[in-house]
């Protein structure tokens, strides 16, 4: 019996993960970070 991150599940969930965000943000759903938010109101 092997970890879940030896036999490639990890690897995979967080690929899952990866595409989900990069797609998220790409719709421009993405939530907004709220340093970022801050930052910006400051200039």
Do not use: N
């Amino acid at each position: 019996m092997r970890a879940p991150i030896a036999d490639g599940g990890e690897q995979e969930r967080q690929d899952e993960a990866r595409a989900y965000y990069a797609a998220l943000r790409a719709s421009g759903e993405a939530p907004i970070d709220e340093k970022t938010l801050r930052a910006k109101s400051k200039r």
